[in-house]
């Protein structure tokens, strides 16, 4: 069965740095996202991207996020400048549609721990 | 109102048990929805859709009310590796038919011998 696959499994940075975080999605998908949880608490959608440019996102999405898709396989969440609650679990996700239904597929998920 | 909300539980069953988890939504503009299930530090994995007419998928059955705004999942004869965190999940965009899913806080599942 076909699967997002995301790399690092798990980053460690110091507070300030920059991160990107990698994903490749399924390859017939054509809807992209990230999620991310804080340990302990619910999933959250960060944003959604399509046809190469952003569809939605949320008030945590700030300017020091940003997204990619810089070859036909990748898809990245850069984080320009980690703070310490920006520790979490990102996942990525991909979906055929946006139909009716179409459920989203995620990946293994990166641990971002930020010193 | 939060926008999904489930009982975190935990609940603590027995193997063989028939147990049933609920969630409520405030998008009246949803469209779809979801049970997704999350063991220990892993990924959502999606367990069922949830249909209006209600549907069933082996043990596992799910419900919808639109009109109360309320869903539910049924399993029966329980499993042990049925443990595992279940996820409402709902729709979130402001048209109802996005990717943006709002994830409720989840419902803790431990099934014993």
């Known amino acids: 069965e076909p699967e997002v696959t995301q790399t690092p499994s798990h980053q460690v940075t110091q507070m300030g740095q920059e991160v990107i975080l990698r994903c490749v999605p399924i390859?017939?998908?054509?809807?992209f996202y990230w999620y991310r949880q804080i340990l302990g608490q619910k999933v959250e959608f960060l944003v959604s991207f399509y046809n190469n440019e952003i569809s939605e996102k949320s008030e945590i999405f700030d300017d020091q996020f940003s997204v990619e898709r810089p070859d036909g396989s990748n898809f990245t969440l850069k984080i320009r400048s980690t703070k310490l609650e920006d520790s979490a679990m990102y996942f990525c996700?991909?979906?055929?549609?946006?139909?009716?239904?179409?459920?989203?597929?995620f990946g293994n998920g990166t641990r971002l721990t930020v010193t | 109102r939060k926008e999904v909300e489930q009982d975190p539980g935990p609940f603590n069953v027995p193997e063989g048990a028939t147990v049933a988890f609920n969630c409520t939504y405030s998008?009246?503009?949803?469209?779809?929805f979801f049970w997704y299930r999350q063991d220990c530090r892993k990924e959502p994995k999606l367990l069922m859709s949830v249909y209006s007419s209600g549907n069933e998928d082996g043990r596992f059955t799910a419900q919808l009310n639109r009109a109360s705004q309320y869903i539910s999942l049924l399993i029966r004869d329980s499993k042990l590796s049925d443990s595992a965190t279940y996820l409402c999940?709902?729709?979130?965009?402001?048209?109802?038919?996005?990717?943006?899913?709002?994830f409720g806080q989840g419902t803790t599942l431990q099934v014993k011998p």
């Open positions: 999940v709902v729709n979130g965009g402001s048209t109802g038919n996005t990717g943006k899913l709002i």
């Open positions: 998008n009246s503009a949803s469209q779809s």
């Open positions: 996700a991909s979906s055929e549609s946006r139909v009716y239904n179409s459920p989203l597929h």
């Open positions: 390859s017939n998908h054509l809807y």
